[in-house]
């Protein structure tokens, strides 16, 4: 099989063995959908048993003769999983698992190509639509400050911004667009936007909300009424920005670190609205064309916006879910409707930026994931925050059902119900 990669690529890997203690304020530091499903839609509609290393097998053999057939440990089952989507052919993957406040970190392949150094567990990278929770934590404490309701329509807040090819603003509820069952379609999937994107041609572009949301409505008709069934579609939460500095006057960025990122301390996310480059201890970005795979950090953060442009760690997100479920963020009734949730299929319902999820094991657990060029994540966590497991790739290019997306998918969700 042809490597797409080059040949030679590092396949460094290794678990923290020294447990770190995670900062509560978020010093140094989103996925998804049980294995035996179909991934989750990614970020567009139409682009959209691990084993341990032999020499880990002989170790804990030796070590225990009777245990030969105890289940791995968690990050060891994680760890299994980031070597195998090394081998599958990402450049990197790390990945975390935590208990209370004790962490461990794993990592496999390289953080960059071109200088061929380790893919770093504490590294920042682009975090896709894990975006989505932060912008629906924004509009439910406005809602807990009655500045708003999520039941008051979206022609309320944005007159004349859904108005036209059938849809209409004025029957659409922004509760709707942060459980996407608005009916609205995804702008991503229109080619004059993921054609530009996927060939990262022009990183600046400057491309106004109201101008991608224009675009998915003139995709096609509308095929469902609001509110009667799930359809994911970013454009709900490009939407659900521009609601934002509507009501507040700021940009959607803004009231995220304002309200989130300078609270919770979550020193290593940001949330850029025009700059396309990453700056400091960052995963580079890879997509593949053909045979062929480019850089692709530098890339437009204005065609996901609201919908998915921030950047964080796997230490930050792990805080920022933490504090979200628990209600160090939410009042108990916007903590409530969070959690209310629409269906989508038989053991996946989706709430405000979030899903839940019964895993192959019987456990339950919320998340979501995050995919834009060059980068895939998720996070699993449970209800009480006590649980959590994440994992990051640092190559996406906007196609679901990779087999990298799969084993480092189920090692994540292994190591969580190994928890």
Same mark, same amino acid.
């Given at each position: 099989m ?16 020294d ?41 804990n ?53 071109a200088?061929r150094?380790?893919?770093?567990? +504490? ?10 929770a ?20 979206? /022609? ?42 996927f060939?990262?041609t ?17 995709l096609?008709?509308p ?5 009667? +069934? ?6 709900n ?13 700021a940009?959607?960025?803004?009231e ?39 850089? /692709? ?5 204005q ?24 209600g ?15 269906p ?5 319902s ?12 019987g456990?339950? /657990? ?35 059902g ?12 292994? /190591?969580?119900?190994?928890?």
């Open positions: 042809l490597d797409v990669f080059g040949t030679g690529i590092a396949r460094d890997a290794g678990i923290a063995r447990t770190e203690k995670a900062d509560a304020g978020g010093a140094a530091r989103r996925p998804l959908r049980p294995h035996k499903r179909g991934r989750r839609p990614l970020l567009t509609a139409g682009l959209t048993c691990l084993l341990l290393t032999a020499a880990a097998v002989q170790a053999a030796a070590a225990r003769p009777s245990e030969s057939t105890a289940t791995p440990a968690p990050a060891d089952i994680l760890q299994a999983g980031a070597q195998q989507g090394v081998a599958d052919g990402y450049p990197g993957v790390i990945g975390m698992v935590r208990q209370g406040d004790t962490a461990q970190y794993v990592h496999a392949g390289v953080g960059d190509r200088t150094v380790p893919a770093d567990p +504490k590294a920042t990278f682009r975090i896709g639509s894990n975006t989505k932060f912008i629906s934590t924004v509009l439910l404490q406005l809602e807990g400050e009655q500045r708003l309701s999520l039941d008051d329509t979206v /022609a309320r807040w944005l007159p004349g911004a859904v108005a036209a090819n059938g849809y209409d603003g004025s029957e659409i509820t922004i509760r709707q667009l942060l459980n996407h069952t608005s009916g609205l379609p995804d702008y991503l999937s229109a080619l004059q936007i993921n054609g530009p994107y060939l990262n022009n990183p600046r572009e400057v491309l106004p909300p109201q101008t991608l949301v224009d675009v998915g409505l003139g096609h008709a095929t469902s009424a609001p509110g009667e +069934k799930f359809g994911y579609s970013n454009t939460y490009v939407l659900a920005g521009m609601v934002i500095k509507a009501v507040t006057g940009e959607p960025a803004a995220v670190r304002r309200r989130i990122i300078e609270p919770l301390g979550l020193r290593d996310t940001t949330f850029p609205t025009a700059d396309p480059a990453l700056y400091g201890n960052y995963l580079h970005g890879y997509v593949i064309r053909a045979i062929l795979i480019s850089d /692709a950090t530098v890339s437009n953060v065609v996901t916006g609201s919908a998915g442009a921030m950047v964080s760690t796997m230490d930050d997100l792990a805080t920022f879910s933490r504090a979200l479920l628990t160090k963020l939410l009042a108990p009734a916007q903590l409530a409707e969070l959690k209310t949730t629409v989508v299929n038989a053991d996946v989706y709430g405000l930026g979030l899903e839940h999820m019964r895993l192959d094991c456990k339950w /657990a919320w998340g979501h994931n995050g995919a834009v060029l060059g980068y895939f994540s998720e996070w699993l966590t449970s209800e009480d925050g006590s649980e959590q497991v994440l994992h990051a790739n640092n190559e996406f290019h906007l196609l679901g990779t087999q990298g997306q799969a084993h480092t998918g189920k090692a994540m969700t292994d /190591a969580f119900c190994a928890l």
